[in-house]
């Protein structure tokens, strides 16, 4: 069973920087596809805003491309999405979302999101 939890949300001013993680739990690690982080604002459907492919490479947001960057840790349990000259219009709820195949199906499995909040 492949287990995904978000942390690193939090409060911060306009132009700072906030790193939140995606911690994968997973006996398969060698079966990933890919995890990509959502965002969603209430009432708002949910919004991609970076992706991380197992093979290495990244796509991000035209939204935020040049602010935020995606990568993993070497031991490809956690990928974080650094996110940098925050604005306040970034302030949602930041979801994680994993990919991983099982012979040839693909399942994915969702976080329960954590809180990015920019003020003023």
């Known amino acids: 069973q492949l287990q995904v939890a978000e942390s690193g949300g939090g409060l911060v001013h306009a132009g700072g920087s906030l790193r939140v993680s995606c911690v994968i739990s997973?006996?398969?690690?060698?079966?990933?596809?890919?995890v990509n982080w959502y965002r969603q604002v209430a009432g708002s459907g949910r919004e991609f805003v970076a992706g991380?492919?197992?093979?290495?490479?990244?796509n991000i947001a035209d939204s935020v491309k040049d602010r935020f960057t995606i990568s993993r840790d070497n031991a490809d349990t956690t990928v974080y999405l650094q996110m940098n000259n925050l604005r306040p219009e970034d302030t949602a709820v930041y979801y994680c979302?994993?990919?991983?195949?099982?012979?040839?199906?693909?399942?994915?499995?969702w976080g329960q999101g954590t809180q990015v909040t920019v003020a003023s």
């Open positions: 991380f492919r197992w093979g290495g490479s990244t």
């Open positions: 997973t006996r398969r690690i060698s079966s990933m596809n890919a």
């Open positions: 979302n994993a990919l991983w195949y099982e012979g040839d199906t693909q399942y994915e499995k």
